[in-house]
T-cell receptor, first 111, second 114 residues
Framework: DQQVKQNSPSLSVQEGRISILNCDYTNSMFDYFLWYKKYPAEGPTFLISISSIKDKNEDGRFTVFLNKSAKHLSLHIVPSQPGDSAVYFCAASGSQGNLIFGKGTKLSVKP | DTEVTQTPKHLVMGMTNKKSLKCEQHMGHRAMYWYKQKAKKPPELMFVYSYEKLSINESVPSRFSPECPNSSLLNLHLHALQPEDSALYLC?????????????FGPGTRLTVT
């Protein structure tokens, strides 16, 4: 049973517009969430994280929002750039630091 | 420096071979991880080492044998693998094996078992 879900396998956005990637989780014990970006044939790159005591965390063009009551988080990228095209994974952190990943969303940013 | 290095980048091995994957980090991290990623799937945790001791083994078959010789190095010894073990093997490290610490991943070893 999937504990972290990314229900959109792909997303296409025009350059300069906002990209919104969504993630849902089922385990209310999760307290820390992370977003990773992955290019083909490379390891995931850490983007941004959020702990459950916050509802928003911002780093440059990237903002993560957390809605604990809905068990939902989202990653906003503004403005989107062609170099942002990659697969984005949402992950929850287990108590021993083990990451539980969603299936990923492939973002395509068109020039 | 947030670099995790992995060697080799690519590995092709027969089902009777013995080989090893290597991972190294110099960030002073005390937790290291092995993940396996199949095509179009998310990474799946295999092992967690905390302070050079194995803390999580996610029911991985014994043909995969991890080793942590010191806090900077992590090995994965492979023996008698099956073709379905072909995948990208990712190593990661974090400051501690606990929540609230981001993990940094290496580029992975692409393993093909023939």
């Amino acid at each position: 049973d999937q504990q972290v879900k990314q229900n959109s396998p792909s997303l296409s956005v025009q350059e300069g517009r906002i990209s919104i990637l969504n993630c849902d989780y089922t385990n209310s014990m999760f307290d820390y969430f992370l977003w990773y970006k992955k290019y083909p044939a490379e390891g995931p790159t850490f983007l941004i994280s959020i702990s459950s005591i916050k509802d928003k965390n911002e780093d440059g063009r990237f903002t993560v929002f957390l809605n604990k009551s809905a068990k939902h988080l989202s990653l906003h990228i503004v403005p989107s750039q062609p170099g942002d095209s990659a697969v984005y994974f949402c992950a929850a952190s287990g108590s021993q630091g083990n990451l539980i990943f969603g299936k990923g969303t492939k973002l395509s940013v068109k020039p | 420096d947030t670099e995790v290095t992995q060697t080799p980048k690519h590995l092709v091995m027969g089902m009777t071979n013995k080989k090893s994957l290597k991972c190294e980090q110099h960030m002073g991290h005390r937790a290291m991880y092995w993940y396996k990623q199949k095509a179009k799937k998310p990474p799946e945790l295999m092992f967690v080492y905390s302070y050079e001791k194995l803390s999580i083994n996610e029911s991985v078959p014994s043909r995969f044998s991890p080793e942590c010789p010191n806090s900077s190095l992590l090995n994965l010894h492979l023996h008698a693998l099956q073709p379905e073990d072909s995948a990208l093997y990712l190593c990661a490290s974090s400051q501690e094996a606990a929540e609230y610490y981001e993990q940094y991943f290496g580029p992975g070893t692409r393993l093909t078992v023939t």
